[in-house]
Nanobody
Framework: QVQPVESGGGPVQAGGSLRLSCEAP????????MAWFRQIPGEEREGVASINVERGDTYYVDSVKGRFTISQDNAENMVYLQMNDLKPEDTAMYFC????????????????????WGQGTQVSVSS
């Protein structure tokens, strides 16, 4: 396996919760940064959250702070995104991504630093 594999998306009502899972690449131990991005058709892919694999520190886009939590299980090579209090504007395809470099405050949300991407899982939030 060389690409992340996402799961856990689906339809949910506003105010509800979902937990996305990402089975990380087989070479997970060489990755420094794992992240979740989302994309709406016709728009740019947006960084949602990232986590440094070794240190565990995290970054979030402002719109999800206090509602989403990224976490990891290094023993299982898994990364999660717990999404609470979901809003219609959270509707998007969510992608898991891996980078060899560390997540840093200045560039963790740039899609160009990630070289391994999953196929995505759709999240649809209805009002």
């Amino acid at each position: 396996q060389v690409q992340p594999v996402e799961s856990g998306g689906g339809p949910v009502q506003a105010g509800g919760s979902l937990r996305l899972s990402c089975e990380a690449p087989g070479y997970y131990y060489t990755m420094s940064c794992m992240a979740w991005f989302r994309q709406i058709p016709g728009e740019e892919r947006e960084g949602v959250a990232s986590i440094n694999v070794e240190r565990g520190d995290t970054y979030y886009v402002d719109s999800v702070k206090g509602r989403f939590t990224i976490s990891q299980d290094n023993a299982e090579n898994m990364v999660y995104l717990q999404m609470n209090d979901l809003k219609p504007e959270d509707t998007a395809m969510y992608f898991c991504a891996a980078a060899a470099g560390e997540c840093l405050a200045g560039d963790w949300a740039s899609k160009y630093m990630y070289h391994s991407w999953g196929q995505g899982t759709q999240v649809s939030v209805s009002s």
